[in-house]
Structures are given as structure tokens and as C-alpha cells.
């Protein structure tokens, strides 16, 4: 089975940059669509981007459309998360998770059984 490791995150005042990266150990990953769900205190993990398994479609999430970017490296096994213009509202820990692309399923944590183990953003002044 696929394993993820995250790695990135951290503390960035409003307006910065940070770039969050997955990293899965088995080439399988290259078949699987690649997506990234935050959960914030009190909140329910919520979808945030996803990237189909050939890199040829891309789908957000309204509240990061925009400033957020997904891609994916299959020569590498890794999905990035660069996140531009940072708001204290996108403060959460931030995972990743892999599965078979499926455009009804993929924006559905529940549908997920790979994940990483998660990493925190923290946008504050």
C-alpha cells in the first residue's frame, strides 16, 4: 500500500507563501489522483485541492481558487501545495491523500483510505 510523507508548513504572517509537499514510496501513486484536505480546530476536514493521476485535470476548492496551486512530479512520487496570499482563515493542519481518480469522489474525505499524517499551517500576524 501506498505510504505518504508530508512535509512543509509552519508559520507565515497574512499575505505569505508556503509550499506543503507529499511524498508516497511506491509507484503506484502514479496511477492514483492526488489530494490535499485541511482541517481546522472545531471544523471538519474540508476539501482543498485535487490533481487527476496523469496531472491533466485540477479542481479546487472556491475559498483557495486562485492562490492555491496543486501539481504533481511522477518521476519524484510527490504532490506539491504552493499557497500564495495567505489568509488566517486557511490556519489548519493540512493532509494529503491518494485514491483511484473518481471526479464523484474525489473531493470526499470519506472516500479516502491513504493519508498522510498531516502538517500544520498557521497563518497569523
Known amino acids: 500500500q501506498v505510504q505518504l510523507v508530508q512535509s512543509g508548513g509552519g508559520l507565515v504572517h497574512p499575505g505569505g507563501s508556503l509550499r506543503l509537499s507529499c511524498a508516497a514510496n511506491d509507484r503506484t501513486f502514479r496511477s492514483l489522483a492526488s489530494t490535499w484536505f485541511r482541517q481546522a480546530p472545531g471544523k471538519e476536514r474540508e476539501f482543498v485541492a485535487t490533481i487527476s493521476w496523469n496531472g491533466g485535470s485540477a479542481f479546487y476548492a472556491d475559498s483557495v481558487k486562485g492562490r492555491f496551486t496543486i501539481s504533481r512530479d511522477d518521476d519524484l512520487y510527490t504532490t506539491d501545495l504552493q499557497m500564495n496570499n495567505l489568509k488566517p482563515e486557511d490556519t489548519a493542519v493540512y493532509y494529503c491523500?491518494?485514491?483511484?481518480?473518481?471526479?464523484?469522489?474525489?473531493?470526499?474525505?470519506?472516500?479516502?483510505?491513504?493519508w498522510g499524517r498531516g502538517t500544520q499551517v498557521t497563518v497569523s500576524s
Open positions: 491523500a491518494t485514491r483511484p481518480w473518481s471526479l464523484q469522489a474525489v473531493s470526499s474525505a470519506d472516500r479516502y483510505d491513504t
